[in-house]
């Protein structure tokens, strides 16, 4: 173990908790904007070391992380798009008090994630999943209104619950194969055979996994969190953990430890977790009235989508993680853009309807958004196409096309939701603007960041046609 | 050959350059997007020395090999008419929204987007390309009927947007399984190693499906009227003209040449379904009292042909869809535009309020009176040599049963004549008394739309000489049985 390579394994997460602390110390002398400037800092660092060590194929560091490859890309993808969303809340952060905390938690929330999506170790991913969740907590609440302050203890709440599946699980295979964690050391002292205890531990840690990502039917503390937490926050919190949870999942369950299963288990667990994430986050969608909590269960959904991928296993992984950067990118927008929405007008009331016209007044703005709702929605020229199309693609390969049907008919199901959007912003006029005679202010620093990101999705989708295949998928190469 | 990547690069160029027009001045927005439609149409036109319009084969620039190539452009006879068809109704469009205020440059934009997408459809030798055109189409027009349609329009544009999506994407989950399994996204290869398929038929239907949406085939046609009606008139003229013919393409690029036998197998549900539309269409066109929404319906018998006439499949059967989608694509257009100029003037489209045009606006009376003897079927005009081998050859492979269809033929003349009489002759209505007759800047796309439909009716082998050889090779691979 060399120095250059430790330095490399652990250098983004170092580089994230880094800013974070300095953004702590910082905000005590309440210079908030250097305090979020710390944590950006922190984060693109972190960035740019990882993908400056994708190359070469995965190997373990400190018997707690892999890294080169696809990890090292995945880990990127989390800080890049961490900074970003975090940069976009520039604004919001830097006027609320202790906002250098907030950006400071996204911080370590981010490198929890980035760390969950490398680890070899059941316990380094438990410890990874808390520290995600505890940040998460946190960022829900800082919206110090009672339905966030609900929303808050519902998440502690489930989220115990989850960690106590995920402790027993654990405490399972610890009590079979003992002495150590890691990955390498289980799989190798629990050979093929697989009992009823690996099994159970198997289902344990599933479902604690299906909690933090908010897979139906263990979405209910993500609907009411997404919801009422300040929505620059909310976007770090949604796509990022997923991105991380979806990539250690598939090391987890088809890679490693659980590889010695039969893969049915796999299929029927996590394929019916997906079908339902599937059908219930489209459904849901179409009910709702309010922005945020539509992109909650947009959130459900995108999860089923993922979920197919890690039904399918280890040869869905690439796929997957491209349909979750997408995600990621087009969620982080969308919840940028709802709190650039509301400086535009102070006046919104938070649902659908109360955007009309604001496509036509924020020009930029609304473009970008609808960017990243045909993104969500799967059309092409956007990397949401390409998540589901080369998603979709491995289930037929693999001779479950009718998990792709499923897929492609809940696709069609969510355009009525994110199309409401679209609706709203384009096609109606807005009604009762105030008419207070100072012009309202404007979240530049989101708009541009939300265009920004919604680039990044037309690139990825665009790319693709001219250069070929091998960009994209050369990046995320788990092999 | 550049001049084929052209075809999309020139409309995607306009696109910004009318956006970049539009915030200098307003009014120069439309002049560069016709200026943008037109150098389309001289792209095409410059490939007539490679021999496009005889049928021969017209390569676009390749990628290196080394890449999987997606992008991967080409030109043969079944597209090369309906992309003389886009480049002929682009600068119709264009001319026919010259009046639109409302944010015109992004309108126009759209339209030149529109483009772009719709001749990335036909030009795709990539099953992959192929779809991201397909998607794309969408998106122009979901905003041109959104934003700039009539009173209707959010719920039109929403229908329109979920219905077509919808067969699209089954049509992907098709796609995905052809080239996951035969592994290869060309759509030649996949169409040389076809008998990898191991359940064609349910391939076939996943196909189809998504392409009878768009042509659309009864009973999947009901988010036409509402998306034709509400649209504005450029979308409609595009609409009708182009995104319709995308379907039958569609069919016969991809569906039918991929899974041949079961098409065979299955062809009399085409038949029956062309044979419904042909009634059903012109029998809801003669009892429509919104002079589009007949135009409208009046789609759904003319693709109710193009059907009976893919059903049949032989090569003088397809040459018939062929026909009727051509001659359909400068027909409608010309219907729509014509009747966008009235509602123009008196912002109605209510056939019960209009009477005795003739006498007011003489020259619009007479571009009617001509549209709809073209759109029924008129010796000489467009419309017959189409419909009319469709009939011999649904005959030819039906047999009696094709008969059923055939009052649609009577129906077509009773709904187009019942129009001409209701609004050009009659009683002069008395409401529109200082109406305008068609100016020279309005007559410009009507007397283009005219000029073709006349060339077309009197000279069809232009069209069957460009498709000849590949509709040759389409019936011997439905030949082959497998």
Known sequence: MTGVSLFVAFGPHIACVAGAALAVALDAFDRRPLAVLAVVAGMTAGAVVAFWSTG??????????????????????????????????????????????????????VAAAAAVAVAVDLLVVLIGLEAM????????????????TEAAVKYFVQGAVATGLYVLGLAILFGLYGSSTSYVWVRGVMGTEAGPPVTTAFVLIGVAFAYKIGAFPFHSWALDAFESAPPHLAAVMAGVPKLAAVVAMIVLF?????????????????????????????AGGLQQRSYTRMLAYSGVAQVGYALVGVALGAIAMTSAAILLTAYALASGAAFLAAGAFRTARPEWDGTIAGLAGLGRERRLLGASMA????????????????????????????????????????????????????????????????????????????????????????????????????????VLTFA | MIAVELLILIPLAGVLACLLAGRVAPGYARVVALVATVGFAVALASLAGEGIFSGEPVQGLRVAQEQVPLWDLRIDGL?????????????????????????????????????????????????VLFYVFWEAV??????????????????????????????????????????????????????????ALGEPMLVFWLLAIGMLVKLPAFPLHTWLPDAHVEAPTAGSILLAGVLLKMGGYGLMRLAIP???????????????????????????????????????????????????????????????????????????PLLFLLVGQLYDRTHTREIARFGGLGTLTPRWGAALSFAALASLGLPGLSGFPG???????????????????????????????????????????????????????????????AAAIIVLGVWPRLVIEMTGDVFAALAAIIGTGV
Not at chain 2, 155 to 181: E, N, P, Q, R
Not at chain 2, 316 to 331: D, I, N, T
């Open chain 1, 56 to 109: 070469g194929s995965p190997s373990i560091s400190g018997d707690v992380v892999l890294s080169g490859s696809g990890f090292s890309a995945a880990v990127g993808i989390i800080c890049g798009i961490g900074a970003l969303v975090v940069l976009g809340g520039w604004r919001p952060l830097t006027r609320t008090p202790s906002g250098g905390g907030l950006a400071a938690l996204a911080a370590v929330l």
């Open chain 1, 133 to 148: 969740a505890l940040c998460a907590y946190a960022l829900v609440w800082s919206a110090r209104t009672p339905s966030a």
């Open chain 1, 254 to 282: 088809s890679r490693s430890v659980f590889a010695g299963l039969s893969p049915d288990y796999q299929l029927w667990v996590f394929g019916s977790l997906a079908i339902l994430s599937m059908v219930f986050g489209a």
């Open chain 1, 371 to 474: 960017v990243a709702l045909f993104s969500l929605i799967g059309m092409p020229l956007t990397a949401g196409f390409w998540g589901k199309f080369l998603l979709f693609g491995v289930a037929v390969t693999a001779g479950y096309w009718w998990l792709a049907l499923v897929g492609v008919i809940a696709s069609v199901v969510s355009f009525g939701y994110y199309g409401a959007v679209l609706k709203s912003l384009y096609f109606e006029t807005p009604v009762g603007t105030a008419v207070s005679g100072e012009e309202p202010a404007v979240d530049r620093g989101a708009e541009m960041v939300v265009a920004v990101l919604a680039v990044a999705l037309l690139a990825i989708g665009i790319v693709p046609i001219l250069a070929g295949f091998r960009l994209l998928l050369g």
């Open chain 2, 79 to 127: 597209s090369a008419p309906l992309l003389a068809l886009t480049a002929l109704l682009g600068p119709v469009a264009i001319l026919a929204s010259w009046n639109v205020e409302e944010r015109a440059a992004v309108h126009h934009s759209l339209l030149l987007g529109l483009q772009a997408a719709v001749a990335g459809v036909f030009l795709a030798a990539d099953v």
């Open chain 2, 138 to 195: 969408l998106i122009p027009m979901y905003f041109l009927i959104g934003v700039w349609g009539h009173e209707d329009r959010r719920h039109a544009a929403m229908k329109f947007f979920v219905y077509t999506f919808a067969g699209s994407a089954l049509m992907l989950v098709g796609i995905l399984i052809s080239v996951f399994t035969i592994g290869a996204t060309q759509i030649d290869s996949l169409i040389a190693g076809r008998v």
């Open chain 2, 258 to 332: 991929m899974t041949p036998a079961s098409f065979a197998e299955v062809s009399w549900v085409f038949a029956v379904l062309g044979g419904i539309g042909i009634v059903y269409g012109a029998a809801v066109a003669l009892v429509q009292a919104d002079l589009k929404r007949l135009v409208a319906y009046s789609s759904v018998a003319h693709m109710g042909f193009v059907l009976l006439a893919l059903s049949t499949g032989t090569e003088r059967g397809f040459s018939a869809a062929m026909l009727v989608m051509v001659s359909h694509g400068v027909v409608a």
């Open chain 2, 387 to 449: 419909e009319f081998l469709t009939v011999i050859e649904g005959f030819g492979a039906w047999s009696w049963p094709v008969a059923f269809a055939m009052p649609g033929v009577v129906l077509a003349a009773a709904y187009n004549l019942r129009a001409v009489r209701e609004v050009v002759h009659g009683e002069v209505a008395g409401e529109w008394a200082g109406i305008k007759d068609l100016t020279a800047g309005d007559l410009l796309p009507v007397l283009f739309l």
